[in-house]
C-alpha cells in the first residue's frame, strides 16, 4: 500500500533509516523541517500519515512548545495518522499519537504498521459512501497503458465511455483527467506506473486495474507483494461480461467518493472557517481553547474590535458591513506570522493568539495593524479598530483564558476612551 508521508523532523533525528526504505517500495515523502513547514504541507497538500520525531529530553519550556504545536498539528490532520519516530525507547511524551516507531524499525513491519492507519482512514471515508447517490449512466474515461488493444473489454463499455490507449511510458503530468487507469501487468515498467499513478494527488481514490494472462501470473504474485496501490487484478481471457461489471462497479465507488469527498471538505471548511471574514470561527477557537488548558509563556493575546462597527452598519447595510470585516481581517493576516491563530471572537470582535514571541514585537505589530486599519479610508467610511494586548512572558503565571479576559478589558478601555488605539497589559 503506497502513501504519501510527511516527516516533519524539527528534532533533526537521522530519518534516512525510514526514508530508504520507504523509497524503495515507492512511497512519496514529504519533509518538514519547521513547525511553519508542517502546517503549510498539511494544509495545502495530500498526507496520507505524518512521522514527527520526538525529542531526546524535554525541558519544561520546550515540552509547552512542543504541546502547542501538536495541539494545531492534530486539529489540522484530522483523520490522518500521527507517528512518532524515536531512535530508542525511552520516554516519549504523553500526546495523541497513533504510533511510535523505532528509527531501525525492519522494512516488513514499518509497511505493515503504516498500512494498519491508513486503512482504517480510508474505511473512515468507505463507511460514508452508500449514503450518497449517483447517476451510473455519466460519461466516463478510462486511460490504458501498454497494451495494444482493448479487446477485452466488453463492447458495451464503449457506450458511454471514452477509452485512451497510452502503449508507451508518458510523463505523468501530461496524463489527462481519467475515472479508471488498466496496465498491462506483463511490461517492464508496469509496477512503476502504477506507483506513480497511485502518489498523484489527483488519483489518490481513483482504481487501478492490472491485466494479466497466462504468462505473467509470476508478475501479478510479485505486485501483491509489493502492494503498490492497485486496486484490482484481471485475466484478459476472462469473460468480457464479467470484465465489465467489475469495471463499472470500480468506477460506480470512483464516482461516488467524488460526490462525498467535496461535501465532506465543504462541511470541514464550514465548520471552522467564518464565512464572512475568511479566519476562524468561534467554535473552533473554543475548541483550541480546549487544547490549551496548561500556562503559557512567551505567548500573547490580542483582542481587536472594530469602532463604532454598529453605526456604520445600520447607516451602510449589512454588505458593506461584511466588506468592512473581511477588510479587518485581511489586514490583520497580513501582519501576523503564519504561526498565529486568528478568529472572529463576536460580532465585530477578533482575537489572536499568538506562541513564542516577546512583548515588544506584540506591541509592534499590534501598534501596526491599528495603524495601517485606520490611516485610510474604506470607500466612504472610516475603519478604525480599538486593540487590547496581554502578554505572557516566562515566569508568569497568567492562563490563555485569563489572558484573553485582560486582553478584552484592556480592548474595552480603548473604546470607552474614543478607540482607534492600542492598550497594552503593563
Not at 510527511?6 to 537521522?14: Q, R, S, Y
Not at 523541517?33 to 525529542?55: C, H, N, Y
Not at 467489475?246 to 465532506?264: A, C, G, H, W
Not at 471572537?345 to 482575537?351: L, Q, S, V
Request: proline share 2%; glycine share 4%.
Amino acid at each position: 500500500m503506497v502513501a504519501r508521508v510527511l516527516i516533519i523532523n524539527e528534532n533533526k533525528l537521522d530519518v534516512s533509516p525510514i526514508t530508504s526504505k520507504l523509497q524503495e517500495l515507492y512511497y512519496s515523502i514529504l519533509f518538514a523541517k519547521s513547525i511553519e513547514d508542517a502546517l503549510r504541507i498539511v494544509g495545502t497538500q495530500l498526507v496520507d500519515v505524518v512521522f514527527l520525531s520526538l525529542p531526546k529530553n524535554i525541558s519544561e519550556k520546550s515540552s509547552k512548545l512542543f504541546f502547542n504545536f501538536f495541539s494545531v498539528l492534530r486539529q489540522l490532520c484530522g483523520v490522518i495518522p500521527i507517528m512518532g519516530l524515536v531512535e530508542s525507547d525511552e520516554q516519549v511524551p504523553s500526546i495523541e499519537l497513533e504510533d511510535i516507531l523505532r528509527l531501525d524499525i525492519n522494512k516488513a513491519d514499518l509497511v505493515r504498521r503504516i498500512a494498519t492507519f491508513v486503512q482504517i482512514k480510508n474505511q473512515f471515508d468507505d463507511s460514508l459512501l452508500n449514503s450518497m447517490f449517483l447517476d451510473e449512466h455519466n460519461p466516463q474515461k478510462i486511460i490504458t497503458f501498454f497494451h495494444n488493444n482493448i479487446d477485452f473489454l466488453h463492447k458495451s463499455i464503449l457506450e458511454n465511455t471514452e477509452v485512451v490507449m497510452l502503449r508507451a511510458w508518458p510523463v505523468i503530468d501530461n496524463i489527462t483527467d481519467s475515472d479508471l487507469f488498466i496496465i498491462n501487468i506483463s511490461h517492464t515498467q508496469a509496477n512503476e506506473c502504477c506507483a506513480n499513478l497511485r502518489l498523484r494527488k489527483m488519483n489518490k481514490h481513483k482504481p487501478i486495474v492490472f491485466t494479466f494472462d497466462q504468462y505473467s501470473q509470476e508478475k501479478v504474485n510479485w505486485a501483491i507483494e509489493l502492494a503498490i496501490g492497485f486496486t484490482d487484478i484481471i485475466n484478459i481471457n476472462e469473460n468480457p461480461l464479467i470484465t465489465k461489471c467489475r469495471i463499472n462497479s470500480l468506477i460506480k465507488y470512483k464516482k461516488l467518493y467524488d460526490v462525498f469527498s467535496k461535501k465532506l471538505k465543504k462541511s470541514l471548511y464550514l465548520s471552522e472557517i467564518d464565512s464572512t471574514t475568511g479566519v476562524y470561527n468561534r467554535s473552533f477557537f473554543d475548541d483550541f481553547l480546549k487544547n490549551k488548558e496548561h500556562k503559557m509563556e512567551n505567548s500573547a493575546v490580542i483582542m481587536l474590535d472594530i469602532d463604532k462597527f454598529k453605526m456604520i452598519n445600520d447607516k451602510f447595510g449589512h454588505s458593506f458591513a461584511d466588506s468592512m470585516l473581511k477588510y479587518v481581517s485581511d489586514m490583520i493576516k497580513r501582519y501576523i506570522r503564519s504561526t498565529d491563530v486568528v478568529a472572529r471572537y463576536g460580532g465585530d470582535e477578533f482575537i489572536i493568539v499568538m506562541d513564542n514571541i516577546n512583548k515588544s514585537i506584540v506591541e509592534e505589530i499590534a501598534y501596526r495593524i491599528q495603524r495601517k486599519i485606520g490611516e485610510s479610508l474604506f470607500y466612504d467610511a472610516q475603519c478604525t479598530v480599538s486593540i487590547g494586548v496581554c502578554c505572557m512572558e516566562s515566569g508568569g503565571k497568567t492562563s490563555l483564558r485569563e489572558a484573553i479576559s485582560i486582553a478584552d478589558k484592556f480592548m474595552y478601555i480603548v473604546k470607552q476612551s474614543g478607540g482607534n488605539s492600542v492598550n497594552v497589559c503593563q
